[in-house]
């Protein structure tokens, strides 16, 4: 998308229509960050990460959607989309998510010294969806036909299973073992040089769990 988007200026009447997202976050691109394109609308692909980063903080629905948000808010640097994509085009953030708790454990506020792009699969790795999961380990769920607890990874947009244990340990060390391999294999590959660069230095797999 980002080769299809051109900055078109916006006119002074639209830019002046514009109020503040979700109460908060200005947007002062001078620029229209949706147009209409061969009948298709495209945003601007700063402005789409700016705008579900604030969704995220400041959205109830969003929240209620996906509880891990609750508490979390944006710089306020940051809530001037100008500022977010200064930093943004300075990233290697094609194909990425945006990160705000793998430099500091546990972080709730979004900027750029908490924030970075980590490649896809990689976050789905380390995003342990523990309300969303329930009381089970990160990678195992049961299977109540059997009783037998099983254990799966993701790889790229699917599930691959590992295996079916009898106890929740032997499921969850499994799990362990093959995302520890393939966080190896993520960091150590050149696909994604700034990530790569960052996590191999700064990250150790053993804290990620």
């Not at 799966?152 to 590992?162: A, T, W």
């Amino acid at each position: 998308m980002v080769n299809k988007f051109k900055e078109v200026p916006a006119s002074k009447k639209s830019i002046g229509q514009r109020r503040l997202v979700r109460g908060i976050g200005s947007n002062d691109a001078k620029y229209m960050v949706t147009q209409d394109i061969n009948g298709k609308q495209i945003t601007c692909p700063y402005y789409k990460r700016w705008h579900n980063m604030i969704e995220r903080c400041y959205s109830n629905a969003c929240q209620e959607k996906y509880p891990t948000y609750k508490g979390c808010t944006v710089s306020y640097e940051w809530l001037t989309f100008s500022n977010f994509k200064a930093w943004m085009v300075k990233q290697d953030w094609q194909g990425m998510h945006l990160d705000k708790d793998i430099k500091i454990k546990g972080n709730k506020v979004y900027s750029e010294e908490t924030c970075l792009f980590i490649p896809s699969q990689l976050n789905r790795l380390l995003n342990n969806r523990r309300v969303e999961r329930g009381l089970l380990p990160q990678g195992v769920s049961m299977k109540k036909q059997t009783g037998r607890f099983e254990s799966h990874i993701c790889e790229g947009s699917k599930l691959r299973y590992l295996g079916y244990f009898k106890t929740v340990k032997e499921a969850s060390l499994c799990y362990q073992k093959a995302r520890s391999k393939k966080i190896h294999n993520i960091i150590n590959s050149n696909i994604y040089p700034m990530a790569s660069q960052y996590l191999a230095q700064h990250i150790n797999v053993e804290d990620l769990r």
